[in-house]
């Protein structure tokens, strides 16, 4: 055969077949261990970028691998399709959010076959959806049954010349302005649905049944932030307002020398002085127009402005000033705090710049008792703390890590117990006097899923000027949006301004009523969606009631739940923990029998332009993927981002790198399709042995590799044994069986990476079932393992020579065949040998003096 390798004929070929003999559809089979494989679902935004394919192809080759194990894999996609872009372009092109979401699937969908990929498309499902999104609604009704959804005011960015809402990507510049009129953005209250996560925040720190990264786990810890402590109460010194705050270190309350109230605290605007009115004013309207991330900034010189008020500090009474500063968040704790300055890094800044007092409490470590001149967070001997001087504060340190070299360190004792340790000493004491507890607290917040947008979502809620807030019936899902809404330039929601949508029926008392506006953060949405792939049809068409399965229980019952799952790290602390709620609920609400959504998780790193940025459409760097396989073919790029990177690292993308594949795919393609030349004769036991090792330790290789999502190195492997064969076809090893056998095994090892090749390699023979029905070759211990090692000698520990030997050489011979050595012999003669070193098949080491 002399036919080169086309990839723009073999390629359409392949996938034309692939779909017509619905070779990637998954069904159930009890006979069959099942792998449920998903990678996180795009935002159809109308191309698909080289980071696409970053992230699906080897998720794709992996589960390709699964498959050919005999597994019955499900490797479905579909789209997160709702969300802002949508929204924008009908604003800018006046056009339908549906029209362009739609065309924008369509054309993404053609992509993502292009890449030759195993997605059971009958499965598809788009967020957008009517008959997806009635779920979603159905989710909600539950979660509000349940207790887990309520409303309550919350801040927005808000745009007072656009009257509208802004998502964070709207908000631009250090100035916070608004990206459409760049006008000065400020925060506004609104009523808004939130989910309670945080009835889940214990359960969602342990991690005991997921297999993730570690990276993951500390995001979401750290986000979750628990922390234990005491809550305190303090009251104001006019009119006795109550002022809870949570500290983590009670043990200083004696050091408490100011209050300092986040700027929206509902007392603020009763305890402030006329003659700082103006003052406090003016700062909180500042304050209120930063992040939430601007105002925690440990780079930011901390601010703040007194309030004229005080409060008494209920361990001693002191009448302390109250302040109020950006850095204190009304979502963390209680809005308020206890300043210690000689024992926070913060504090100490903020009372230094302020000229407040910094009484010391904790004794530091060697402390000559003048001023401090930084802040002391580590554990000693409390002082100046009335009844409990002399009782030592671990501060950081847990009991179980105050060992006695700790102890030592700090020069203080080390039997310290819950009994007697500063912390819980205190904190007992403060529920005795009726003036504090035990108290645990959480950085994370509930999760405010309203959005003041149109292309989401619509909450399935109504409220009544007779019933207040009422649920829509079941029955009446979905609720869909109009279709004839017209778009304002300010981006407004239209759903506020549409009478047919919002004006509707009370279902409890049959009298006018207002349908909810806002939709849902397409969070929601992507927080169920592997369990939408169970049958993306399923009751399509039905009327729901609050009793029934928002999927295939059969269906689920066989794939749940993900067994591997793969995407960014970035959604560490969004999507992942969301669908973990979700999942948790759903168990609570017995619509399933387990605790987590996806078993493994594994994150792939970012391909970037070739100018090693981020890819942006702002910046032109953007790599169109389709211009490469146009060029090269699907096969190529597949194989260039498996081998050109760590898949966990990522790195830039290079348009001649590319080239390197092609030409291996090339190598491949004449080394199976061109007719050797001729030889003579038969090989010796001895070349078959070879030949077949290396066919074994090939097949080891790279199934080590695919299990490892070590990528790069599986596909190196692939490109040495194509080097080898390519070498072995010259001689008389071509008229063996054994031949013919090292050839098809190539293919089999190519086909989940490099699949129409493979494909296309594996039907020139005359196989008619597909390559990818095919079993992985399995790797024989005995055929692998080599005939001879390499030893390496050292003398006194330094490598003076190396030899081959059979690789079960014993102890005696390695030694005495080292010390034979010329290179060896120059290191020891006229010298006594004292010892002599054999690590078994590595190493031997001749000491001498």
């Given at each position: 055969?002399?036919?080169?390798y086309?990839?723009?004929i073999?390629?359409?070929?392949?996938q034309?077949?692939?779909?017509?003999?619905?070779?990637?559809?998954?069904?159930?089979?009890?006979a069959?261990e099942?792998y449920y494989a998903?990678?996180?679902?795009?935002?159809?935004?109308?191309?698909?970028?080289?980071?696409?394919?970053?992230?699906?192809?080897?998720s794709?080759?992996?589960?390709r691998?699964?498959?050919?194990?005999?597994?019955n894999?499900?490797?479905?996609?579909?789209?997160d399709?709702?969300?802002?872009?949508?929204?924008?372009?009908?604003?800018?092109?006046?056009?339908h959010?549906?029209?362009?979401?739609y065309?924008?699937i369509?054309?993404m969908?053609?992509q993502?076959r292009s890449?030759?990929?195993?997605f059971d498309?009958?499965?598809?499902?788009?967020?957008c959806?009517?008959?997806?999104?009635?779920?979603?609604?159905?989710f909600f009704?539950?979660?509000?049954h349940?207790?887990l959804?309520y409303?309550?005011?919350s801040?927005?960015?808000?745009?007072?010349?656009?009257?509208t809402?802004?998502a964070?990507?709207?908000?631009w510049?250090?100035?916070r302005?608004?990206?459409?009129?760049?006008?000065p953005v400020?925060?506004?209250?609104?009523n808004q649905?939130?989910?309670k996560?945080?009835?889940?925040?214990?359960?969602?720190?342990?991690?005991d049944?997921?297999?993730?990264p570690?990276?993951?786990?500390?995001?979401?810890?750290?986000?979750?932030?628990?922390?234990?402590?005491a809550?305190v109460?303090?009251k104001?010194?006019k009119g006795g307002?109550?002022?809870p705050?949570?500290?983590?270190?009670p043990?200083?309350?004696?050091?408490?020398s100011?209050?300092?109230?986040?700027p929206?605290?509902?007392?603020?605007?009763?305890?402030v002085s006329?003659?700082q009115?103006?003052a406090?004013?003016?700062?909180?309207?500042?304050?209120t127009?930063?992040?939430?991330?601007e105002?925690?900034?440990?780079?930011?010189?901390?601010?703040?402005?007194?309030?004229?008020?005080y409060?008494v500090?209920?361990?001693?009474q002191?009448?302390?000033?109250?302040?109020?500063?950006?850095?204190?968040?009304?979502g963390y704790?209680?809005?308020a705090?206890?300043?210690?300055?000689?024992?926070?890094?913060?504090?100490?800044?903020?009372a230094?710049k302020?000229?407040?007092?910094i009484?010391v409490?904790?004794e530091?470590?060697?402390?000559?008792?003048?001023?401090?001149?930084?802040?002391?967070?580590?554990p000693g001997?409390?002082?100046?703390?009335?009844p409990?001087?002399?009782?030592v504060s671990l501060?950081k340190?847990?009991?179980?890590?105050w060992?006695?070299e700790?102890?030592?360190a700090y020069?203080?004792?080390a039997?310290?117990?819950?009994?007697?340790e500063?912390?819980?000493v205190?904190?007992?004491?403060?529920?005795?006097?009726g003036i504090?507890?035990?108290?645990?607290?959480?950085?994370l917040h509930?999760?405010?899923?309203?959005?003041?947008?149109y292309?989401g979502?619509?909450?399935?809620m109504?409220?009544?000027?007779?019933?207040?807030?009422?649920p829509?019936?079941?029955?009446e899902?979905p609720?869909?949006?109009?279709?004839?809404?017209?778009?304002?330039?300010t981006?407004?929601s239209?759903?506020k301004f549409?009478?047919?949508f919002?004006?509707?029926?009370?279902?409890?008392?049959?009298g006018?009523?207002g349908?909810e506006?806002?939709?849902m953060?397409?969070?929601?949405?992507s927080?169920w969606?592997q369990?939408?792939?169970?049958?993306a049809?399923?009751?399509?068409?039905?009327?729901?009631?609050l009793d029934d399965?928002?999927?295939?229980?059969?269906?689920?019952?066989?794939?749940?739940?993900?067994?591997?799952?793969?995407?960014?790290?970035?959604?560490a602390?969004?999507?992942?923990l969301?669908?973990?709620?979700?999942?948790?609920?759903?168990r609570?609400?017995?619509?399933?029998d387990?605790d987590e959504p996806?078993v493994?998780?594994?994150?792939q790193?970012?391909?970037l332009a070739e100018?090693?940025?981020?890819m942006s459409k702002?910046?032109?760097?953007?790599?169109?993927p389709?211009?490469?396989v146009?060029l090269?073919?699907?096969d190529?790029?597949r194989?260039?981002?498996?081998?050109?990177?760590?898949?966990?690292?990522?790195?830039?993308?290079?348009?001649?790198?590319?080239?390197?594949i092609?030409?291996?795919?090339?190598k491949?393609?004449?080394?199976?399709?061109?007719?050797?030349?001729?030889?003579?004769?038969?090989?010796?036991p001895?070349?078959?042995?070879?030949?077949?090792?290396k066919?074994?330790?090939?097949?080891?290789?790279?199934?080590?590799?695919?299990?490892q999502?070590?990528f790069?190195?599986m596909?190196a492997?692939?490109?040495?044994?194509?080097?080898?064969?390519?070498?072995?076809?010259?001689?008389?090893?071509i008229n063996?069986?054994e031949?013919?056998?090292?050839i098809?095994?190539?293919?089999?090892?190519?086909?989940?990476?490099?699949p129409?090749?493979?494909?296309e390699l594996?039907s020139?023979p005359?196989?008619t079932?597909?390559?990818?029905?095919?079993?992985?070759?399995v790797w024989d211990?005995?055929?692998?393992?080599?005939?001879?090692?390499?030893?390496v000698?050292?003398?006194?520990?330094?490598?003076?020579?190396?030899?081959?030997?059979?690789?079960?050489?014993?102890?005696e011979?390695?030694?005495?065949t080292?010390?034979a050595l010329?290179?060896?012999?120059?290191?020891?003669?006229g010298k006594?040998?004292?010892?002599?070193?054999y690590?078994?098949?590595?190493l031997?080491?001749?000491?001498v003096?």
């Amino acid at each position: 055969m002399t036919d080169k390798y086309i990839p723009r004929i073999v390629e359409p070929k392949w996938q034309k077949i692939w779909q017509e003999t619905h070779l990637y559809r998954a069904d159930v089979d009890p006979a069959k261990e099942k792998y449920y494989a998903l990678t996180m679902f795009p935002y159809p935004s109308g191309d698909l970028h080289m980071g696409h394919w970053y992230a699906m192809v080897p998720s794709d080759a992996r589960a390709r691998w699964m498959r050919m194990q005999g597994k019955n894999v499900l490797f479905p996609m579909g789209f997160d399709a709702f969300g802002l872009p949508a929204e924008n372009a009908a604003i800018k092109h006046n056009r339908h959010p549906s029209i362009w979401t739609y065309a924008n699937i369509d054309r993404m969908r053609g992509q993502l076959r292009s890449m030759g990929t195993m997605f059971d498309w009958e499965r598809e499902i788009a967020s957008c959806n009517p008959g997806y999104y009635k779920w979603t609604q159905w989710f909600f009704l539950k979660l509000y049954h349940q207790g887990l959804a309520y409303k309550k005011e919350s801040p927005v960015d808000f745009c007072p010349r656009c009257n509208t809402t802004l998502a964070r990507e709207q908000v631009w510049g250090e100035d916070r302005l608004c990206e459409r009129c760049d006008t000065p953005v400020i925060k506004k209250n609104l009523n808004q649905w939130f989910f309670k996560i945080t009835a889940y925040a214990d359960e969602l720190l342990n991690f005991d049944q997921l297999d993730w990264p570690e990276r993951v786990k500390t995001l979401q810890r750290n986000w979750i932030g628990r922390s234990e402590g005491a809550e305190v109460v303090f009251k104001t010194e006019k009119g006795g307002h109550e002022l809870p705050v949570f500290t983590t270190r009670p043990d200083t309350l004696w050091g408490a020398s100011f209050m300092v109230l986040a700027p929206e605290h509902p007392l603020v605007h009763k305890l402030v002085s006329a003659e700082q009115h103006a003052a406090v004013d003016e700062y909180i309207a500042a304050a209120t127009r930063q992040t939430d991330i601007e105002r925690m900034s440990t780079e930011k010189e901390k601010t703040g402005v007194f309030t004229g008020a005080y409060a008494v500090n209920p361990v001693n009474q002191a009448r302390i000033p109250i302040w109020i500063a950006d850095y204190v968040l009304m979502g963390y704790g209680t809005g308020a705090i206890m300043a210690v300055p000689c024992g926070d890094e913060r504090d100490f800044a903020f009372a230094k710049k302020y000229n407040l007092p910094i009484p010391v409490v904790i004794e530091p470590k060697d402390w000559d008792g003048e001023p401090l001149t930084a802040a002391w967070s580590g554990p000693g001997k409390m002082i100046n703390s009335g009844p409990f001087n002399g009782t030592v504060s671990l501060a950081k340190y847990d009991l179980a890590e105050w060992t006695p070299e700790v102890a030592a360190a700090y020069g203080l004792p080390a039997d310290i117990t819950a009994e007697n340790e500063g912390r819980r000493v205190v904190t007992r004491r403060l529920a005795e006097q009726g003036i504090g507890k035990f108290a645990v607290t959480y950085r994370l917040h509930d999760w405010l899923i309203s959005r003041q947008r149109y292309w989401g979502a619509p909450i399935p809620m109504i409220t009544c000027p007779t019933c207040g807030i009422v649920p829509v019936p079941v029955e009446e899902l979905p609720i869909t949006l109009p279709d004839d809404v017209e778009f304002l330039p300010t981006g407004e929601s239209p759903l506020k301004f549409h009478a047919g949508f919002r004006h509707t029926t009370c279902p409890q008392c049959g009298g006018p009523a207002g349908r909810e506006t806002d939709t849902m953060d397409t969070f929601m949405c992507s927080s169920w969606y592997q369990y939408a792939f169970m049958d993306a049809r399923w009751k399509e068409n039905d009327t729901l009631s609050l009793d029934d399965m928002p999927f295939n229980p059969e269906e689920g019952a066989y794939w749940l739940p993900v067994d591997q799952y793969t995407g960014g790290v970035e959604h560490a602390t969004m999507h992942l923990l969301y669908t973990r709620f979700f999942t948790k609920a759903m168990r609570d609400m017995g619509i399933v029998d387990f605790d987590e959504p996806m078993v493994r998780l594994f994150n792939q790193g970012i391909i970037l332009a070739e100018d090693g940025k981020r890819m942006s459409k702002s910046r032109g760097n953007v790599v169109n993927p389709d211009e490469f396989v146009k060029l090269y073919g699907a096969d190529t790029v597949r194989g260039y981002l498996m081998f050109g990177y760590r898949w966990d690292q990522g790195g830039p993308w290079s348009s001649t790198g590319v080239l390197g594949i092609q030409r291996f795919l090339d190598k491949v393609w004449a080394l199976v399709t061109e007719e050797p030349a001729p030889v003579e004769g038969q090989p010796g036991p001895a070349e078959v042995r070879v030949l077949r090792r290396k066919q074994h330790q090939t097949i080891q290789r790279v199934s080590n590799d695919y299990q490892q999502f070590a990528f790069n190195t599986m596909v190196a492997g692939l490109m040495e044994y194509t080097n080898y064969l390519t070498k072995t076809k010259e001689t008389a090893m071509i008229n063996t069986p054994e031949w013919t056998e090292a050839i098809e095994t190539l293919a089999l090892l190519m086909a989940p990476a490099f699949p129409h090749i493979a494909e296309e390699l594996w039907s020139k023979p005359g196989h008619t079932a597909s390559v990818h029905v095919q079993q992985w070759p399995v790797w024989d211990e005995a055929l692998a393992a080599e005939d001879e090692t390499t030893i390496v000698v050292q003398v006194n520990g330094k490598l003076r020579e190396r030899f081959a030997a059979p690789v079960n050489i014993d102890s005696e011979a390695a030694i005495t065949t080292a010390k034979a050595l010329p290179a060896v012999q120059k290191y020891t003669a006229g010298k006594r040998i004292v010892k002599e070193i054999y690590v078994p098949g590595k190493l031997v080491n001749i000491v001498v003096k």
